[in-house]
């Protein structure tokens, strides 16, 4: 990648940072103002920001570090020490006069991205599917190939990844096929099934799983894919003492239309060409405590988002945690589906 794809004027939009972060695939843009370096924009700045202050129209200057860390060019051949003392990933390499000349990154192949995330995993897996028809007319939706494994061990080897090693599959639809599936893989974690006789919803059927889970656990839809760190939604969801924290990602949809706006009279108040619109929406990912499965009535059909409503109303705490666009792969439809082969494959 040439280094100019990696820089950012200060003067540009948040927005237009994070679209940019997804495109070069790394957590770190570097702030120029004249070509000279003068601060850097994590993905761990934005995302604090928006926790923080919401609003999406902030400028890169409202928010990036300008106190960042570098090295002269003479001083390039130190740079993986200075980087290893200071945890960093990349760092940019300036001449006398502070502009940019390369910018060196750490071996990321040599970093693996495991931990020690052994809580229990989720997975509502019995949904007929019927956005992906013809597909589900043969296979239940969780075991739609994608490459060569389907999507629900896809998601299943990423939480394994993070050191979870103990998976509840809430079936129903073709349950059968997924219980044979996992019988006939070699695996190193636990699948249990939970079988749900009747459509309880994506909420209704943890109320299967009372009595066997005792800590918190992440549960999650078995068509989407989030490419974050799972530690790290861990450890916010529980310094800030949710009770749910909902994964959301950022949306930019551009209207293919000039969108019109009229005053009083009929007359025009105002004309977008094609405007773009932001905004966060559910991944269908979430971060949650035991206390919601024992506190669900037994054999009630109810969404998930609808149990969240539920506990907003009686005052209890309720957070999201903000990903980007490019970190959410869904494959909830035909479009989106072959868009999510293309990028695993």
Not at 274 to 302: A, C, H, Q, R, W
Request: aromatic fraction near 8%.
């Amino acid at each position: 990648m040439d280094v100019i794809e990696f820089l950012i004027d200060e003067n540009s939009t948040m927005l237009e940072a994070m679209k940019q972060l997804d495109k070069i695939a790394k957590k770190v843009l570097f702030v120029v103002k004249n070509d000279c370096l003068v601060g850097a924009i994590t993905d761990g700045d934005i995302r604090r920001w928006i926790l923080r202050k919401g609003n999406l129209k902030a400028k890169v200057k409202d928010i990036a570090n300008y106190n960042p860390k570098y090295l002269l060019e003479n001083e390039k051949s130190h740079a993986k020490n200075y980087m290893k003392k200071n945890s960093i990933e990349a760092l940019p390499i300036v001449n006398k006069e502070h502009s940019i000349t390369s910018i060196v990154f750490w071996d990321d192949s040599k970093i693996e991205k495991k931990g020690s995330l052994d809580i229990p995993i989720i997975i509502m897996a019995g949904g007929l599917g019927t956005r992906l028809y013809p597909y589900t007319k043969i296979l239940p939706k969780p075991l739609i190939p994608i490459g060569e494994i389907p999507i629900v061990e896809h998601i299943m080897n990423r939480f394994h990844l993070y050191g979870s090693t103990q998976f509840y599959l809430v079936v129903n639809h073709k349950k059968n096929m997924i219980k044979a599936y996992f019988s006939e893989i070699e695996r190193t974690y636990n699948v249990s099934y939970i079988d749900e006789n009747k459509p309880l919803g994506t909420g209704g059927g943890l109320s299967l799983l009372k009595g066997k889970i005792k800590s918190t656990f992440i549960l999650s839809n078995c068509d989407i894919l989030i490419e974050e760190d799972y530690g790290k939604i861990y450890d916010y969801h529980k310094k800030e003492k949710n009770l749910i924290t909902m994964i959301c990602s950022l949306k930019n949809i551009q209207i293919p239309y000039g969108v019109i706006e009229i005053g009083e009279n009929g007359e025009i108040e105002s004309m977008k060409e094609k405007p773009e619109l932001s905004f966060f929406t559910n991944t269908g990912m979430y971060i949650v405590e035991p206390k919601v499965i024992e506190e669900l009535k037994d054999d009630m059909s109810i969404g998930f988002p609808d149990i969240i409503e539920l506990y907003k109303s009686q005052g209890e705490k309720v957070g999201i945690y903000p990903i980007s666009e490019n970190s959410w792969l869904d494959m909830g439809q035909l479009d989106e589906m072959e868009e999510m082969r293309r990028r695993l494959e």
